[in-house]
Structures are given as structure tokens and as C-alpha cells.
């Protein structure tokens, strides 16, 4: 959900595009992660790269938290963030990932929602995110499964790529393996680390709404907006292929993430930080 301030690479600036390209994928798949998760009431979140609100407001909807604060380097995802209803108790900030602008040991829980594939240094957020968390309390993630082909829209970036077409990646793709998950939180020094799978899957009405949803997206629009007329057609004929649609002409296919939690140690070393 957060573009890190240091890649200009992919940049989320529209929240309403966000919404409808990305937030309710988040929701998904947020929704297995939260439950998985399993927190207590009343405690205190942070939400780093909470982007838009969409995973925000279902942490608020699911998890009765006594305080909600986020971070994204995007004043405008954040501004679009203000404006949900259920979000008004929630408190913004513009800020990056490796350098949390909170004091140490201030939430019981820090989650990171499609994220870490977007910081440049993830081992560097991971460690920040345990800095800000209280001794017992949870840092957790989920990601993507970007190496394993599980990102939502893969299936389109991989036929642009094959027309020869250059899309904008994120910096630390590699970051969203299952196996790299569990290495940075143990190397970040959170213990009782577990990982899991989350499989979700969304239903277009039509080929039309998947194309104008895909159009959303920071690596994908621009990059279509710069193609031959020839090559766009090709493309869309191509992908039409690959979505077969039901009797009414709904498109339904999968997507996988990968999620981690671990704890802060409740006895933390007094020279960790």
C-alpha cells in the first residue's frame, strides 16, 4: 500500500484509483490476515504504508483498537485516508518506513499491508517496526507473493512485458518470499516468528471493469497510455484470452500473499537499539 520515498519507480497518488485497483484486493486478503493475527481489543496499531485507508478501516471494523496511527509517504493517499468516516479517529502522518518518526516502544502491534516489496531496505523497516513495538507486542506483515507470480494483476504485467514492454517494478520484490519474510524478522530479533499462506480471489463484472480496474495502477497505466494503437489491441486481445468469463461474463481469478508475525522479546537486550 506504500510507495517508500525513495523510488520513483511507482507512485500511488490517486486514492480513488487505489480503492478500486488495490483496496479491495488489501480487504481480501487482509481480512485472513487479521483473523490469523487474532489480537486483543483496545490495543494500540501502528499501520505502516497504510496508503489509502482500505486496510485501515477494516483493522478499525475488525479489531477494536484503542488508537490507530498510519504512515505513508503519500499525502495524497493519506489526504483520501482522512476522508473514510470510520477512519476519524485515525491519526496520519506522512513518513518512511526506515525511519519511523515514533519513540521506541509505543504500539502493542506494527503491520506492514503490501509493503515490504516497496522498501529498498526492508531489513532496515523490519528492525523500525520492532524499535516502535512494546516488549510482547506483534510486528507482522503480509506481502504479495511477487517471485511465486501471486500479485493480483501479474497475468497483465507479464503480457506487457512480453510484448517487449519495460513495467515499473518495485525495488525489493524478493522481499514478499515466504523464506526472506521469516530471515528478516528473525534477523530484526522478533521471536515466536510464523508464516502463512493467504489465497484470495475477486470477481469482475466484465472484461471492461478488469481493464478500467488495471488502468488504476501506477505500473500499468502510464505504461499503456505510452503504446501503439496495434500493440494495445494485441494486449487487450491477449489478456481477454487469459480471463475466461462465466455465462454472464464475469471474470473470477486467484491471488496469493504471503504473511509473517513474530514478538518483540519481552526481556529486549538493554543495548538492542
Not at 505513508?72 to 491519526?91: F, I, M, N
Not at 519513540?103 to 522498501?119: K, Q, S
Not at 516488549?135 to 500479485?151: E, I, N, S
Request: charged share 20%; hydrophobic share 45%.
Amino acid at each position: 500500500m506504500m510507495n517508500d520515498m525513495q523510488t520513483n519507480a511507482i507512485r500511488f497518488n490517486n486514492g480513488a484509483a487505489y480503492e478500486r485497483y488495490m483496496g479491495k484486493w488489501s480487504q481480501l486478503a487482509g481480512a485472513t490476515f487479521l483473523d490469523w493475527l487474532s489480537p486483543e481489543p483496545t490495543r494500540q496499531w501502528l499501520d505502516v504504508g497504510c496508503g489509502n485507508g482500505a486496510f485501515t478501516e477494516l483493522l478499525i471494523e475488525r479489531c477494536s483498537p484503542a488508537s490507530v496511527h498510519g504512515i505513508d509517504p503519500s499525502g495524497e493517499q493519506l489526504a483520501y485516508a482522512r476522508g473514510r468516516p470510520a477512519l476519524r479517529t485515525a491519526q496520519f502522518r506522512v513518513g518512511d518506513a526506515m525511519a519511523l518518526p515514533y519513540p521506541d516502544a509505543t504500539f502493542d502491534l506494527a503491520v506492514m499491508p503490501l509493503v515490504i516489496f516497496f522498501v529498498p531496505d526492508p531489513a532496515r523497516g523490519i528492525v523500525e517496526m520492532g524499535r516502535v513495538v512494546r516488549p510482547g507486542g506483534t510486528v507482522a506483515a503480509y506481502a504479495w507473493d511477487m517471485p511465486g507470480g501471486g500479485f493480483p494483476y501479474e497475468m497483465l504485467l507479464a503480457e506487457i512485458r512480453g510484448l517487449g514492454i519495460a513495467v515499473p517494478a518495485p525495488p525489493s520484490p524478493d522481499a514478499s518470499r515466504m523464506n526472506v519474510m521469516q530471515d528478516l524478522w528473525a534477523g530484526a530479533g522478533l521471536v515466536e516468528i510464523e508464516t502463512r499462506g493467504i489465497d484470495v480471489r475477486r470477481t469482475f463484472a466484465d472484461f471492461a471493469d478488469f481493464w478500467e480496474t488495471a488502468l488504476g495502477a501506477p505500473s500499468v497505466g502510464p505504461t499503456l497510455a505510452t503504446m501503439a494503437d496495434d500493440d494495445l489491441a494485441t494486449l487487450k486481445t491477449r489478456v481477454r484470452d487469459r480471463l475466461p468469463a462465466d455465462a454472464s461474463g464475469r471474470i473470477t481469478y486467484d491471488a496469493r500473499a504471503n504473511a509473517v508475525k513474530g514478538q518483540v522479546p519481552k526481556l529486549r537486550a538493554a543495548n538492542a537499539h
